[in-house]
């Protein structure tokens, strides 16, 4: 399936770096989604954007900035992180607000 | 806030065993939809149910949802080892937005 990707596959940062993650969807949804999935924990919800503009903000902390050019594409910009901030980040779109959602293949993130 | 528990949280049985997880909301939901995520892999949809009462097949897999509207199940019959993987449930989350609460998850696996 190649409807969401996400760049990088894995990611391996100290906690003084930044970095970003990169998702793109070519199935021209106006809603797209940031979670976080740790090991035996549910999917927790970080980010929504409908129609580029950002609509849910879970209470995640400020290390965590997304951004969202346009209906494509979405960021994830990552700083000064904790070792707890390891984890699969997936990345979803979908069309309008309870449809289905495609998710990407995620990035496995690990800090050191 | 709204909470969707499934149980069981581990399910393991014999390959031809048959196999139930259910979903359970603390409100009403719109409509529920199913993911599968096999291991290593992203969560991928299954079905969305809207009806009350609405029951829907796919091959070996039954979807249900209660009447209330607060629940739902998946039934696996005669399980497969292509079936393992974790089992979620996801509703549009209380009070509208654009956005999924997802389940706790049930994590399958088969042994021959």
């Known amino acids: 399936e190649t409807g969401v990707t996400q760049t990088p596959r894995h990611l391996v940062m100290g906690m003084t770096n930044k970095k970003s993650l990169k998702c793109e969807q070519h199935?021209?949804?106006?809603?797209m989604y940031w979670y976080k999935q740790s090991a035996k924990k549910p999917l927790e919800l970080m980010f929504v954007?409908?129609?580029?503009?950002?609509?849910e903000n879970n209470s995640v902390p400020s290390r965590f900035s997304p951004e969202c050019p346009n209906s494509s594409h979405l960021f994830l910009h990552l700083h000064t992180l904790q070792p707890e901030d390891s984890a699969l980040y997936l990345c979803a779109s979908s069309q309008g607000s309870y449809n289905e959602q495609f998710f990407g293949p995620g990035t496995r993130l690990t800090v050191l | 806030g709204q909470q969707v528990m499934q149980i069981p949280q581990y399910q393991h049985v014999q390959e031809g065993e048959d196999f139930t997880t259910y979903c359970n909301s603390s409100t009403t939901l719109s409509n529920i939809q199913w993911y599968k995520q096999r291991p290593g892999g992203h969560p991928v949809f299954l079905i969305q149910?809207?009806?009350s009462g609405e029951v829907k097949k796919q091959k070996r897999l039954t979807f249900q949802f209660g009447e209330a509207k607060k629940n739902s199940s998946l039934h696996i019959t005669a399980t497969q080892t292509t079936d393992v993987g974790t089992y979620f449930c996801?509703?549009?989350?209380w009070g509208g937005g654009n956005k999924l609460t997802f389940g706790t998850g049930t994590q399958l696996k088969v042994e021959l």
């Open positions: 996801a509703g549009p989350s």
């Open positions: 149910l809207v009806k």
């Open positions: 954007y409908n129609f580029k503009e950002q609509t």
């Open positions: 199935l021209g949804h106006n809603a």
